[in-house]
Nanobody, 120 residues
Framework: HVQLVESGGGSVQAGGSLRLSCEVS????????MAWFRQAPGNEREGVAC???????SYVDSVKGRFTVSEDTAKNILCLQMNNLTSEDAATYFC???????????????WGRGTQVTVS
């Protein structure tokens, strides 16, 4: 059973915060590292953050200091805490799984369906 299910998206005012979650199936959680991507209309999918099994994280420059990726390994839940949101952060956010902590779309094998974030 291979599944990634995102939740937590919504509409928020600029400067506000949202916390995204991704339920990760056991099959994926045992073998893969996790990442968050986002895609705004008309734009390419962009890697936002990833985390490896030591808790080491990597972020795209535009979210450093504002976003925090974390993982509850006991519950197989990946989270993305997003603070001080701007209109540039509005997008559909996807969780993904790869054999390494990477922000490269092509390196990720599994994808969720996404959750939408709107910033007004």
């Amino acid at each position: 059973h291979v599944q990634l299910v995102e939740s937590g998206g919504g509409s928020v005012q600029a400067g506000g915060s949202l916390r995204l979650s991704c339920e990760v199936s056991e099959t994926i959680a045992r073998r893969y590292y996790m990442a968050w991507f986002r895609q705004a209309p008309g734009n390419e999918r962009e890697g936002v953050a990833c985390i490896d099994n030591t808790g080491t994280t990597s972020y795209v420059d535009s979210v450093k200091g504002r976003f925090t990726v974390s993982e509850d390994t006991a519950k197989n839940i990946l989270c993305l805490q997003m603070n001080n949101l701007t209109s540039e952060d509005a997008a559909t956010y996807f969780c993904a799984a790869a054999y390494t902590c990477t922000l490269k779309e092509s390196h990720n094998q599994y994808w969720g369906r996404g959750t939408q974030v709107t910033v007004s």
